[in-house]
Nanobody, 129 residues
Framework: VRLVESGGGSVQAGGSLRLSCVIS????????MSWFHQAPGKERELVST???????YYSDSVKGRFTISRDNANDTIYLEMKKLKPEGTAMYYC????????????????????????WGQGTQVTVSS
């Protein structure tokens, strides 16, 4: 499975970006797709997830500002980011986990990077103050 992110860039605080993640194939009809971010010197953190049943999760730091969505026809996951803050500067990664169990636990938001076997290369987001 290949995941390819795009849409990153440089914006001023308060600005918006939309990230995209194209998935080459789906291993299962049941899945959990996610966005993580990783700032320099920090651990990779879960930002948002969406399951194949359209249940969503958002971390507290982005709730109300980010929206995750999926387009099955184009095998693409999106992350709409609004009111961006300088602390949002990071590499953003798309990741996928497959199977019924992963779908059920998807909205819980307790996953770590080890729960997702498939990853993209990341897209850089830089927010200036």
């Amino acid at each position: 499975v290949r995941l390819v992110e795009s849409g990153g860039g440089s914006v001023q605080a308060g600005g918006s970006l939309r990230l995209s993640c194209v998935i080459s194939e789906r291993k299962s009809r049941y899945y959990c797709m996610s966005w993580f971010h990783q700032a320099p010197g920090k651990e990779r953190e879960l930002v948002s997830t969406i399951s194949s049943r359209d249940f969503e999760y958002y971390s507290d730091s982005v709730k109300g500002r980010f929206t995750i969505s999926r387009d099955n026809a184009n095998d693409t996951i999106y992350l709409e980011m609004k009111k961006l803050k300088p602390e949002g500067t990071a590499m953003y990664y798309c990741a996928a986990a497959w199977g019924l169990d992963r779908m059920v636990e998807c909205p819980a938001g307790r996953q770590t990077r080890g729960d997702f076997p498939d990853w993209g290369q990341g897209t850089q987001v830089t927010v200036s103050s």
